[in-house]
């Protein structure tokens, strides 16, 4: 196996220069960009605009396209197809991510893993973002995955809204990503439906927020422990 994995040559031209970048979802200030207290990171006179990448069309190139036209042979399988279980596929710096529908990810994340030509069979961890003005798509879960067999990397996201943060727990495929679905569920509030025990992980069970969204605030605030203590280790709560 190669240090690094393999990269498609044809990266940086599988994004038309005709197709238009998504719209602005951003405009930061300070090194942070929190909206709520002061700005303890120094750089309050930072002003910085969040563009995310166009969708990619096919042919995405190199390897990218095997893992499409695998993932569509083995959709079709269970009664779906590439175009209806992804909303759009981003390429960006060497790197692919797909964009699915909460109703298909477990559907995709097994075909990952089992399918033969594809073998993705670690998933890295789940990490939050928040798009503050992103109405309706506000909170992202993205999930990282790396094929051993092949040596490559994909990445999977779904979005859902700050009314509504559900999306479905991946643990029934990726077991190890149990602690880490607990964090971000901690950090941002997203809801891991299915998860085995989604409780918090980091943070005392009966603190307010999530102190990773972006209209936490920064600092200045005070120490918001409610009166929680840490039980005798024999009393402590039972994950089992």
């Excluded at 679905?181 to 901690?186: I, L, M, Q, S, V």
């Amino acid at each position: 196996m190669t240090d690094t994995p393999e990269t498609p040559a044809e990266v940086a031209e599988v994004v038309p220069a005709d197709i238009p970048t998504l719209p602005v979802v951003d405009v930061r200030s300070g090194m942070f960009g929190g909206s709520v207290g002061p700005d303890t990171s120094g750089y309050g006179g930072l002003v910085r605009t969040v563009e995310l990448p166009a969708p990619a069309v096919r042919p995405f190139g190199g390897w990218y396209d095997e893992v499409a036209d695998e993932l569509d042979l083995a959709l079709a399988d269970d009664g779906t197809s590439f175009d209806e279980a992804v909303i759009h596929t981003v390429v960006d710096r060497g790197e692919i991510t797909f964009h699915v529908r909460p109703e298909h990810l477990l559907a995709f994340m097994r075909r990952l893993r089992d399918e033969p030509a594809l073998r993705f069979e670690v998933c890295t961890g789940v990490s939050g973002v928040h798009y503050p003005h992103m109405t309706g798509a506000e909170l992202h879960a993205v999930w990282h995955l790396l094929s051993i067999t092949h040596n490559r990397i994909v990445r999977v996201e779904v979005s859902a809204s700050e009314a509504h943060p559900h999306v479905p727990s991946v643990v029934s495929v990726y077991p190890a990503d149990d602690w880490h679905e607990r964090e971000t569920f901690d950090m941002f509030g997203i809801v891991f439906d299915g998860h085995p025990g989604l409780t918090r992980i980091l943070m005392p069970d009966d603190w307010p927020g999530h102190p990773q969204r972006k209209d936490y605030p920064l600092g200045g605030i005070p120490v918001e422990y409610k009166g929680a203590t840490v039980p005798p280790p024999d009393q402590r709560r039972s994950y089992s």
